[in-house]
Every structure is written in structure tokens, then in C-alpha cells.
């Protein structure tokens, strides 16, 4: 139906469903290509390694205090 409100769901370990990304329509793009669903199985994996650790927590710090300064201005 390409509604601009489709979304894609994720799901937490369990297969409860946990977030949905919603804005803009993914899920509508990705309902008109088709697409029904994209399985991620980690286990087994070998992780995901950071490369600059302290560089990538400082990025995540003004990444998290621009969002509350977007969604609470003067919190």
C-alpha cells in the first residue's frame, strides 16, 4: 500500500518485537521492492572491534547530547 507510516520492527533476543523505524517510510521503499524480511544471525560471530575507542565514545557523547539538545532544549 506504500503508506508514508510503514515501518520495519526489529526484535529483541527473544523475537519480541522492540523498535520501529518509522519516518520517511522505510518500511513502504522497502514494501514496494518487495522485500519481507532480513534475518542477522550473530552467533558465532567474531564481534565488532572499534578501532579508536576514545575517539568513538566522544563521538557517541555529542551525538547523544545533540539529540536531548533537539528533543529538550534547555534540559
Known sequence: MKLAAASVAST???GFPCRH???GGPGAVMG???LKAIIVED???AGVSIAHPEKFREAAKK???AVVDIRFPGF
Do not use: E, T
Open 12 to 14: 529483541d533476543v527473544d
Open 21 to 23: 523505524a518509522a519516518r
Open 32 to 34: 514496494s521492492k518487495g
Open 43 to 45: 552467533a558465532g560471530g
Open 63 to 65: 551525538f547523544a547530547k
